[in-house]
């Protein structure tokens, strides 16, 4: 697991959302989980799998000839961990984590010069910062304008033994 990490607005879905297919050319099948601070909801209402729900089964899966997708309901917030339990191993070689930015896993934080919040705190887990702006760090920085640089980035350090 690789978290991308930031303060809201430092476009951290935008980055994923073109780290995917890079990623994808050098031959990783990368899963994503993303953090959402509202209710998500990925049902419609008056959908049968809604109904379903509704009438308080524990969890639907709806499915079609091209998806399927597991809808769970908790009554407590889960783990990362657990949540990356449920990806199927043998589709996934790499999990993306967006949000999340207090677990300890390793991450990329994103910052950009416009932002109005200043540069966060880089905790221990932190394995390189992409900004559109110079600093001088003792861990790799990236321009997060340069979405292949930090796909190659990430996938050097997918194949290092350790994160296996």
């Not at 995917?20 to 994503?32: D, F, H, I, S, T």
């Not at 909801?41 to 008056?46: F, N, Q, R």
């Not at 009438?55 to 309901?73: E, F, G, N």
């Not at 407590?76 to 999990?95: G, H, R, S």
Request: glycine share 4%; charged share 20%; proline share 5%.
């Amino acid at each position: 697991m690789l978290g991308i990490t930031g303060y809201s607005g430092s476009g951290k879905t935008t980055l994923l959302e073109k780290l995917l297919p890079c990623l994808q050319m050098q031959g990783l099948r990368v899963a994503v989980i993303k953090h959402s601070h509202h209710n998500a909801e990925v049902d419609k209402e008056g959908k049968d799998s809604w109904r379903m729900k509704e009438a308080k089964a524990s969890q639907v899966i709806m499915a079609c000839d091209q998806r399927w997708a597991l809808m769970t309901d908790t009554s407590e917030p889960v783990t990362l961990d657990y949540l990356a339990k449920q990806f199927d191993p043998n589709l996934t070689d790499l999990i993306l984590v967006e949000g999340f930015k207090h677990e300890p896993i390793p991450k990329i934080l994103l910052h950009r010069q416009a932002m109005t919040k200043t540069f966060p705190d880089l905790d221990n887990n932190v394995i390189a910062v992409a900004t559109d702006l110079p600093m001088n760090l003792s861990i790799p920085h990236l321009n997060i304008n340069h979405t292949e640089k930090i796909a190659q980035f990430i996938y050097q350090w997918y194949k290092q033994p350790l994160n296996f």
